[in-house]
């Protein structure tokens, strides 16, 4: 590999409702590929957590990701992470999931819109996109503002899914000042910026957010940028990092970060 450092900050087992493998899988495909760290981060969406009982399927994570810390412990740095689905939805079931455990990173995301299901099953049309984007931006500084989170995920996840219809386009330059005010925020928050690769894998071909994005963020002032694959399987973990950090690199990037305990660890991508 051409990077020494190369973690992958974003990923799930199968105690996502998602996810297919476990968490031992995971952590043994990291080490076959000589990773630095290994960050587990399964689901966790609030609007959905008393009614599906996502409670266990969290708790559940802690407990797998405890007992791969301790066999891997000499090859794979392992840390305790969640995803953060729709924190401001239920900000109840925010807070008791996030008191479930000493987690070393939690990410904010956003997979669906108030009373709307997740993007990936919207059927978009040119009538209602314009409306579920910016709805979707507005929502997503709300989510900005709570700061309950390490690294925002995903930013531009919606265009995952549009991506895929080829009927509607998009012009992201409509939404630049939208995302020029999250990315404020995020920098003047000293939140990190998260560049996840999983559309490298997906029609959209490029990360979310993509290079554009990410050299705004750095000319905002952002400082802590995170990379994930967004594996759902063991296959994927790793996949596409060594693109981000090629891609951190051209927008003037020298350092990715890792959290431990909710501390940044910047390290070098060269």
Known sequence: MKYKFISDSHTHSDNSFDGKDSVIMLAERACSL???SLTVTDHCECNEYFEKNVRGDIES????????KGLYADKLRIYTGIELGQPTQDEVAAK???????YDFVLGSLHNIRNEKDFFFIVYTH????????RYFDEMEELVRTGCFDSLAHLTYPFR?????????????????RIDAILELLAKEQKALEVNTSGLRQVIGKTLPDEDVVRRFREL?????????????????????EDGYN??????????????GHQPEMLPIL
């Not at 002032?221 to 990092?241: C, E, F, L, N, Q």
């Open 96 to 102: 008791e999931a996030l008191s479930l455990a000493e």
């Open 247 to 260: 891609m951190l690199l051209k927008c003037g990037f020298t350092h990715f970060t890792v959290y431990r």
């Open 161 to 177: 899914y549009l991506a895929g219809n080829s009927e509607i386009k998009v012009d992201m330059k409509k939404y630049s000042q």
């Open 221 to 241: 002032g952002g400082k802590y940028v995170t990379v994930g694959s967004d594996a759902h399987r063991w296959g994927d973990i790793g996949a596409g990092i």
């Open 61 to 68: 994570s802690i407990r797998d990701i405890h007992k791969a």
């Open 34 to 36: 000589g990773l630095y």
């Open 127 to 134: 009538e209602n996109t314009e409306s579920l984007l910016d």
